[in-house]
């Protein structure tokens, strides 16, 4: 099984740097705006992006929550695959606020579509935005495209893009499998 | 393990460990879905489920009904009295005539022991027994179990006591198979005429003195006297079984550590609990209620995620 490096830990932490950056042109002080990141991969790049934000660029408290989408999911009985679900924990009200769904790869977009279902059941957000860190060009089943996105990758559709996290794998990087 | 090891919830007797922790773990996420503002989920919106009650029933029913629309399913219910049964229509072409509508599970509650089985082994559909004579009630039994673990932490290690009229409740004996398949310790407690012989074969052993079984005890599950169940009278009056078999908040107070306080429901209030216990910080009852929805929408969904599509 070949694999193969498509961002090392250093352009990852690039990356995140610059999405951050981005964030704050578009959101300013997060004062009306919340981080949901996408159970269960989305989490890890979430919490990476309300760090950077709130350390090194000293906005004062992000608001992050993780929502899980499994029983928003299309997929339900029509596979082999157990869906397992996650844990929801969002602790404050949408309701007029701008959401940034973040993720860590964007490939059909039914996972984003199951998340724009989901996150109705907690209010009605003024705006939803969606980063990810790899856009898988051409994969879409869908339309939906990201509002950040952190390297786009062309990759045919049984290849997997991996994206390992130094909390969980011990590495910042993202593979091509 | 993400797939439950049977595709029907006839009894927790067929259960293994390892069904139950994934129920737990399911009925957690969806305990979170049912406090959200919109306490809906689409997952089971092409499913359609009927509800056969051949019994009385307030809490089942309403909390599977509850259950199956916060999973978007489509449901009927069907209540005994008011139907064909009435007029001589057999139990299998009941369920047959309503599986001919396109009905993919059925939820079942029946005065005789083994009629959920029985219906398994002779229909096309997935069936969940809501409760079957003085056999097994099996959501009763996982959701008294989730409350245990929710107020204690844990089941494995912890002491209950199952007190009132053991002969003829099935929530005692889905309530002991359930607890024993966790690893706690059980005992029951009541008059020896509702006890049944030979309990002691399935590793349940008998404290006939209310006291010392409270005094042993982290968690008391009180049982309702079965009166409708009762061809004899059992003991004397409902005095005397109050008197020797009752909790009152005095009773409570006076034991060594706080133990929790459970009932399947209905209560009998002032007969096997007072109104103060019932009401007391103490007393899980409500939130008994509340589990009930997220663990019947968990083991609905379990099943029904092994429906053929």
């Known amino acids: ?177 | 393990m993400s797939e439950l090891s049977v595709n029907h919830l006839l009894g927790i007797k067929y259960l293994k460990k390892e069904d139950i922790n994934l129920i737990f773990e399911t009925a957690d996420y969806f305990k979170e879905v049912i406090n959200r503002p919109i306490k809906k989920v689409p997952s089971l919106r092409d499913v359609t489920i009927a509800n056969i009650f051949f019994e009385n029933s307030t809490r089942t029913k309403l909390s599977f009904e509850l259950a199956q629309k916060r999973l978007s399913a489509d449901i009927i219910s069907f209540s005994a009295s008011q139907s064909s049964v009435k007029k001589g229509e057999t139990l299998i072409d009941t369920v047959n005539n309503i599986l001919a509508m396109k009905v993919d599970m059925v939820v079942m509650r029946h005065a005789n022991p083994g009629a959920a089985y029985f219906l398994s082994q002779n229909v096309k559909a997935c069936i969940i027994n809501a409760g079957d004579g003085s056999h097994e009630h099996p959501s009763q039994g996982l959701l008294d179990c989730y409350s245990i673990k929710e107020k204690l932490g844990e089941v494995g290690g912890k002491k209950v006591v199952i007190v009132g009229d053991i002969l003829h409740s099935r929530v005692a004996l889905s309530n002991i198979y359930a607890l024993q398949l966790q690893g706690a310790e059980v005992k029951v407690c009541g008059p020896k005429t509702l006890i049944p012989r030979y309990i002691e074969s399935i590793g349940v052993s008998v404290e006939p003195n209310l006291r010392k079984a409270l005094e042993w005890c982290d968690a008391a599950n009180m049982l309702r006297v079965q009166n409708e169940r009762m061809d004899v009278n059992y003991f004397p009056s409902t005095r005397e079984y109050t008197m020797q078999y009752g909790v009152d908040k005095a009773l409570l107070n006076s034991l060594e550590k706080e133990i929790v306080i459970m009932h399947p429901g209905p209560i009998n209030r002032g007969v096997e609990i007072t109104s103060d216990v019932a009401d007391s910080q103490q007393s899980v009852i409500l939130d008994q209620v509340e589990n009930g929805v997220a663990i019947r929408m968990a083991v609905i969904y379990l099943l029904a995620s092994k429906l053929q599509k």
């Open chain 1, 1 to 177: 099984m070949s694999q193969k490096v498509l961002l090392t830990s250093k352009e990852v932490n690039i990356i995140l740097h610059r999405l951050a950056c981005q964030l704050i042109e578009n959101h300013l002080d997060f004062s009306n705006t919340v981080l949901i990141g996408i159970q269960p991969r989305g989490t890890y790049l979430a919490n990476r992006i309300k760090a950077l934000l709130e350390n090194d660029y000293h906005i004062k408290e992000v608001k992050l929550g993780f929502l899980d989408i499994t029983f928003f999911r299309d997929d339900f009985r029509r596979g082999e695959k157990q869906l397992e679900a996650h844990e929801t924990q969002i602790d404050f009200l949408i309701e007029d606020k701008k959401v940034v769904f973040i993720d860590d790869v964007l490939f059909t977009g039914r996972s984003i579509n199951a998340a724009l279902t989901a996150i109705q059941s907690f209010g009605r957000a003024s705006e939803v935005e969606l980063l990810v860190l790899i856009d898988r060009r051409f994969s879409r089943h869908l339309p939906i495209q990201p509002d950040y996105r952190g390297r786009q990758v062309d990759a045919i559709n049984d290849e997997k893009v991996i994206v390992s996290w130094n909390e969980k794998e011990g590495e910042d990087a993202v593979y091509l499998i």
